[in-house]
């Protein structure tokens, strides 16, 4: 026979919004595992949350009432330490008992049992299962202590004089398993009982008196007015939401916002979604200004045209659903208008001066106490800006060199220089605008409707809001070089200061997003296929900064962008091997890296791989030792190779080595290494015919500048020892 399901549910005041999934979740998910370790829930148990703004519960399936009796072996001491030479029980064990709250009459009951070391005393008993009041008010006790609580507040009990701490006052308990209370069990100064409460307008039965564990879903959407499901509510939402939008239309749909889906779900208990409106007067301001403002300040959904351009339409989640509507509608349509008007009017007033007048303010504005002004970082990002530009467009001039005369060279590197040093001055203006000063999210975003308003070039106004880019993982990369180069400088401005002057990021503390900056100069420099050295850039970084930081601060800047590379590797599914190999060589530009990655895993599959992964080993612990007493020359005479097996090592890699070379100076990695696997067969020969530290000096020296040379050749792609097992 099943055992019967049980139902937990915990009523208090709105919870906070952001947390309530991670509640709900959370309290479900504790109290099963709490039930199953005490073996209270059956193997096939299985646990359903719910969570609305007022309730967290959990629904667990198939719950003992007691869980069964259990045997218990327990260790004691060693034979020789329990009983003496006559067999009776010494002092130690007789304490021992006396301590499990026996005597010496258990002495017979004990087991010898001998672990591989001595005969040691076991003794064995039956331990009584827990009751499920014993079991789940422990089990209560510990899903309320584990909520990731995001603030803990203080209230008094009804008595008067006790009081308790949760995330909100709780004012109702249920534990029902079947149709039974289960008797005994409190939380928070209350009783487990059966009733619960549901909408607060627009609930049919107040209390409600549940049935059953298994009725409380059905009894409150039907007798409440409230989904408890916080899964089903959000899906409701997206329904109908949609269905609103398709009423409107005209092909407009809904904003897509996970994260403001699940704060609405998490505000209503039954959702009515209404369609609402603005003037469309507004819409001449910025709709990224617009969105903003209704989606952070009034939690609705705007709607949007097929082409992403904002409608003067919006829908908003309400959490009652009267007979007539329209006074909830036009409530949200007053709400509203004061907000976007605020919009409108910060717009019109930023815009009555040009962006570049507003510059000189940023040198009032603190960045850091050890590296100034956001003033003082404006002109460092545009050094470092210009210096990148240089690089860039020389790296592409040679690229494309029978592409530009002198001439037209000249002006392309001039207008590139000029835009970017534009851009780069400009970036940080929009931060003291009266917009950006009431909506932070818009930086960048505003500074780009206002150097187009001033009449800039695009490429500048596409970099002012661009050089924040990427801002998460995933996000889009600069659209133009402008925008690249200038999202470059601010990077790396801000991790070279930071690693300059120590501040650098630990285990659980990122305040600059140290390694966000990072990975966003590993994206841009990798998915653009930037011709730049992450050396060079670092050095171009640190004269901005004179005398504020430390040099040395750079060697530990490359090391972290490195790991932080090589772990965004393993994430893409390269393997450990692979990427090791790779980035052992610490490859300047980090634009190759994904196809040298291509062509170690290429040449992993090759049957000579394993073979010339050892010998590169090998060969690397001979010079490592060798070269501790001095550099070793790669350069052989030919004169003085002795034996067969060298001179058909010297005479493959006079052979091969120059036609590899060449492949990896066109890029072909892949064709570099596969050319290089023919000299598995003389690399195996050599090893088993050649002593290489003989005792006469000068061939010694002649066969280590062998292996000099075969390891340059074998290992620009890739450190192939790495790839050894």
């Not at 289960?182 to 009982?193: F, I, K, S």
């Not at 470059?488 to 300059?500: H, R, S």
């Not at 190779?641 to 990896?664: H, K």
Request: with cysteine; hydrophobic share 45%.
């Amino acid at each position: 026979m099943t055992a019967p399901n049980l139902l937990v549910e915990l009523f208090v005041e709105e919870l906070p919004p952001k947390a309530l999934q991670k509640l709900g979740d959370a309290f479900a998910g504790v109290l099963h595992e709490q039930l199953a370790a005490q073996g209270l829930a059956e193997a096939g148990s299985r646990v359903t949350a719910y969570a609305s703004p007022r309730r967290l519960a959990a629904h667990v399936t198939q719950v003992l009432g007691a869980a069964p009796d259990k045997a218990v072996s327990q260790k004691l001491m060693p034979v020789a330490v329990g009983l003496d030479a006559q067999g009776q029980a010494t002092p130690a064990l007789l304490k021992k008992l006396a301590a499990l709250g026996l005597d010496a009459a258990a002495l017979g009951g004990l087991k010898r049992v001998n672990d591989g070391k001595a005969e040691v005393l076991f003794h064995e008993s039956m331990a009584r299962g827990a009751t499920l009041a014993e079991g789940l008010q422990k089990a209560l006790d510990e899903a309320i202590r584990l909520l990731p609580i995001p603030k803990v507040m203080r209230y008094q009990l009804q008595d008067g004089w006790s009081s308790v701490h949760f995330v909100r006052p709780a004012h109702g308990l249920v534990a029902l398993q079947g149709s039974e209370v289960v008797a005994g069990v409190q939380a928070l100064g209350l009783t487990a009982g059966r009733e619960t409460h549901g909408h607060r307008f627009e609930a049919q039965a107040e209390p409600i008196a549940l049935r059953d564990a298994d009725s409380y879903a059905q009894q409150l959407r039907e007798e409440g007015a409230v989904i408890a499901s916080f899964a089903e509510r959000r899906a409701e939402i997206a329904r109908q939401l949609a269905a609103a939008a398709a009423q409107v239309g005209g092909g407009v749909r809904p904003i897509e916002d996970d994260a403001l889906l699940d704060e609405v779900t998490a505000l209503v208990e039954r959702p009515n979604v209404l369609v609402c409106a603005f003037e469309e007067e507004f819409l001449a301001v910025p709709q990224e200004c617009l969105i903003l403002t209704m989606k952070a300040n009034q939690k609705y959904f705007p709607l949007l045209h097929e082409s992403g351009r904002l409608t003067h339409r919006f829908l908003v989640v309400s959490n009652i659903t009267p007979d007539d509507p329209s006074a909830v509608i036009q409530g949200n349509e007053r709400v509203v208008r004061p907000r976007l008007a605020d919009a409108k009017f910060f717009f019109d007033q930023d815009r009555k001066k040009p962006l570049a007048s507003r510059v000189e303010q940023l040198a009032k504005v603190v960045y850091h106490n050890k590296l100034g002004t956001q003033g003082e970082r404006v002109e460092r990002v545009r050094h470092i800006a210009k210096a990148i530009a240089a690089q860039l467009f020389d790296a592409l001039a040679g690229q494309h060199a029978e592409q530009l005369d002198s001439d037209s060279g000249d002006l392309a590197r001039e207008y590139l220089l000029t835009c970017v040093d534009n851009a780069a001055l400009l970036a940080k203006a929009d931060l003291v605008t009266d917009m950006v000063g009431e909506f932070p999210e818009l930086q960048g975003v505003m500074g780009s409707y206002y150097a187009v308003g001033d009449g800039l070039p695009d490429e500048v106004a596409h970099a002012i809001e661009d050089h924040y880019k990427p801002r998460f993982a995933g996000d889009e990369l600069p659209r133009e070089n402008v925008g690249l180069v200038v999202a470059l400088a601010d990077k790396l401005e801000t991790l070279v200061g930071m690693f300059g002057i120590g501040n650098l990021p630990t285990g659980d503390r990122d305040p600059f997003a140290l390694r966000r900056h990072a990975l966003g100069v590993i994206r841009m420099l990798t998915e653009r296929e930037l011709p730049l050295e992450l050396p060079a850039l670092l050095a171009a970084s640190q004269p901005a900064f004179g005398s504020l930081i430390d040099a040395g601060g750079n060697a530990l800047l490359q090391d972290f962008i490195y790991d932080r590379l090589a772990g965004s590797l393993r994430e893409q599914g390269y393997s450990a091997q692979e990427v090791d190999a790779v980035i052992a060589l610490r490859p300047a530009r980090l634009a190759l890296v994904p196809r040298q990655l291509e062509a170690v895993r290429a040449f992993a599959t090759l049957p000579e791989a394993p073979a010339l992964a050892a010998a590169n080993k090998r060969v690397a612990n001979i010079l490592k030792k060798a070269e501790a007493e001095g550099a070793v020359d790669p350069h052989v005479n030919e004169e003085l190779l002795q034996e067969q097996a060298e001179q058909d090592l010297y005479a493959a890699l006079q052979r091969f080595v120059p036609e590899a070379d060449a492949q990896f100076d066109r890029g072909d990695y892949t064709a570099s290494l596969q050319t290089l696997a023919v000299l598995r067969a003389p690399v195996d020969a050599f090893f088993d015919d050649v002593m290489v530290n003989t005792d006469d000096l000068a061939v010694r020296l002649n066969r280590q500048g062998l292996l000099k040379r075969l390891h340059q050749a074998m290992n620009r792609v890739a450190d192939l020892s790495r790839l050894a097992v």
